[in-house]
Structure formats: C-alpha cells, structure tokens
C-alpha cells in the first residue's frame, strides 16, 4: 500500500516570501501522479499542481512549483511570493496509474500554512 | 460547470440515528468519490462509482455506510446506527476520465452526539 507522509504539522511564511512544504512517499509502483491540494478554512479543497512521473521536468503553475525527485520519493512544493489567500491546509497526494487502483488518491495528514503580514 | 455540490453541509445527529448525505457531481463526470476526513487528518478513501457502478469500497466503509448512484449522476451515502466515531467531514469528488484530476465539493460536516 502507498503511504504518504508530511512532516511539517505547521508552517509560517512573511508576505511576499518564499515558502518549501515537504512530502515524501513511499509506493513500489512506477508510475503514478502526485498531487498538491489546498484546503482554506471552511472552503473546499482545490487541485493546485500536479506531477506525472514519467516526466523529468518539474511542473510549475504561476507562483507554485514543485521539486520531484523520483528515487528519493519526494515531492516539495514552492510558493514563490506568498499572498494572505495562500493561507490555508495543504495536503500532498498520491494516485496510481494502475487501472486497478481505482484512481483513489491517498492523502499525506496536511501542512498548515500561515501566511504573516 | 457549478461545481461539485453536497447536500446538507452540515448534520447533527444522536447516536444511533440514520443519516444520508447527497452528493452532486460536475455534470458530464461519470467518476464519483467519497472521502471521510476527520480533525487534523487528511482525506481518507471510502467508496468510487463509475456511472452507476460501485468498483472499490474501502474496508473504512463497515456494514453501517451504504452508497448508491442509481442513475449515474448523483450520489447518496448512508450511515445507519451513527456512532460517535462517524463524526467527521464526508468529501466527494469527481472526475471525467479515469486519469482525470478530481474535483471536490465542500463537504457534509457530521457531528454524532
């Protein structure tokens, strides 16, 4: 079974600043997608990147970028000039590409980001 | 499209009531999921519908929740005989294609007294 793990229970960001929030998983599988979800207070949770592991090259979406490295199994995600909407929950995902998996994803226990003025 | 919608928000019930939760997925999406999560953890997978097909269920899913889509749209999950441990965020998602990203609705927020 896969697992997904996130370490960082919290983390605080200035306004405007940079911000890393880690995962790491664990799959024998080789191919398979990872996913970045963001939950805000009392809102529901949005899709704000996802990686294909088949490809090398990092995906990026605006002020979000992650950092795959595949034999290490870990998948960062960037947030380049922090905003106050980017305050929210935000859990790191996995999904198979076997069609037998269902296309179920498993959820890492979610990173809080607090974003300060 | 308007999005994934679920009905109610939220539930408050007494132990050992039934309740049923509706969920109503982007139109055209035929890939239906339910998730549970509960405070300070990250969604767990319950059940998946293709169309009107039940596929997987999870061993989450006990003899007390039972999901149907009888038409291949919207999607009804009941919790019979609530007990306090089914107090929780029930999320459902959809997608088009089986590959495709999942969308997700706000939530039935279960609260068993």
């Known amino acids: 079974a896969q697992t997904v793990t996130q370490s960082q229970p919290e983390m605080s960001v200035q306004e405007a600043e940079t911000v890393t929030l880690s995962c790491t998983y664990d799959?024998?599988?080789?191919?398979?997608?990872l996913f970045w979800y963001k939950q805000p207070p009392s809102r529901q949770m949005i899709l704000v990147i996802r990686q294909e592991a088949y490809k090398q090259q990092n995906a990026t979406e605006n002020r979000f970028s992650v950092n795959f490295q595949k034999a290490a199994k870990s998948f960062s995600l960037k947030i380049s000039d922090s905003q106050l909407g980017d305050a929210a929950m935000y859990f790191c995902a996995y999904r198979s590409e076997f069609t037998g998996g269902g296309n179920k994803l498993t959820f890492g226990t979610g990173t809080q980001l607090k974003v300060e003025l | 499209d308007t999005g994934v919608s679920q009905d109610p928000r939220h539930k408050i019930t007494k132990r050992g009531q039934n309740v049923t939760f509706r969920c109503d997925p982007i139109s055209e999406h035929n890939r239906l999921y339910w998730y549970r999560q509960t405070l300070g953890q990250g969604p767990e997978f319950l059940t998946y519908f293709q169309n009107e097909a039940q596929l997987e269920k999870s061993r989450l899913l006990s003899d007390r929740f039972s999901a149907e889509r009888p038409k291949g749209s919207f999607s009804t999950l009941e919790i019979q005989r609530t007990e306090q441990g089914d107090s929780a965020m029930y999320l459902c998602?959809?997608?088009?294609?089986?590959?495709?990203?999942?969308?997700f609705g706000p939530g039935t927020r279960l609260t068993v007294l």
């Open positions: 998602a959809s997608s088009l294609a089986l590959r495709d990203t999942q969308y």
């Open positions: 799959t024998s599988e080789s191919d398979y997608y």
